[in-house]
């Protein structure tokens, strides 16, 4: 019988900065949907920065932010006791950086595709920014939300080079499944790695296939 433990950790870091990054996610999608102009694409360039730099360059780069000898870090370990570095915060932090910009992108997309007449309509009869953001632009970007969600979901749980710079492999307590098959390979434990590596295969494709169904379903909705 194989150690779970690997898995309840990955499922448990994924759970909770998905949740995190739902929420970040809409809200800033929110506060830039509308906006253009240098200022929005210089920040959105920054949001979607994790995408393009190597996870190893993000985890050295969170690795300073919180190393206990910096401010954030100390402000963590000693006035929040939630030290960062090696620890499963670490991978947290780690899988809620490279997510974000996958969530950001779905769920700005989804808003920024909402007819903008429709909205004006709402306006002239007197709804609020907040009734017409709660009542049309997150029902009718559902789709693009739930696409972000789950895209997020997957980018967390199979995360590597960043979780491993920040939090490290520590058994039991950090070792998430990419962790986990890593280091099976390296101590030549190769059968082990292939039932991780068969598990998150098969949570890959299916977080695929839904995706596809949702568009397709989307698409046969815009006809």
């Known amino acids: 019988m194989p150690d779970v433990t690997p898995f309840w950790i990955s499922l448990r870091v994924a759970v909770i900065s998905t949740i995190i990054v739902t929420i970040l996610g809409v809200f800033i999608s929110r506060w830039l949907y509308k906006r253009r102009g240098f200022i929005t694409r210089l920040l959105e360039s920054f949001i979607v920065l994790p995408i393009v730099l190597p996870p190893t360059v993000m985890g050295f780069i969170l690795l300073i932010i919180f190393s206990p000898r910096s401010v954030i870090g100390r402000f963590f370990s000693d006035f929040l006791h939630l030290p960062v570095v090696f620890t499963l915060t670490g991978a947290i932090f780690a899988s809620i950086i490279v997510s974000f910009p996958l969530m950001y992108q779905h769920t700005v997309q989804g808003f920024r595709s909402i007819d903008p007449k429709m909205l004006n309509t709402a306006r002239t009869m007197g709804a609020s920014e907040s009734k017409i953001f709660f009542k049309l632009v997150l029902p009718l970007s559902k789709r693009s ?10 980018r967390a749980i199979g995360e590597f080079g960043a979780t491993l710079m920040v939090a490290g492999y520590i058994p039991n307590k950090t070792n998430t ?25 098969a949570f890959a494709v299916t977080v695929i296939g839904t995706i596809n169904l949702l568009n397709k379903d989307g698409y046969r909705e815009a006809r």
Request: net charge negative; hydrophobic share 65%; glycine share 6%.
């Open 145 to 154: 939300i739930l696409a972000g969600v789950m895209m997020s979901f997957a």
């Open 177 to 201: 499944l990419p962790l986990e098959i890593y280091f099976l390979v390296e101590q030549g434990k190769e059968n082990q790695a292939w039932l991780w590596v068969i598990v998150l295969v």
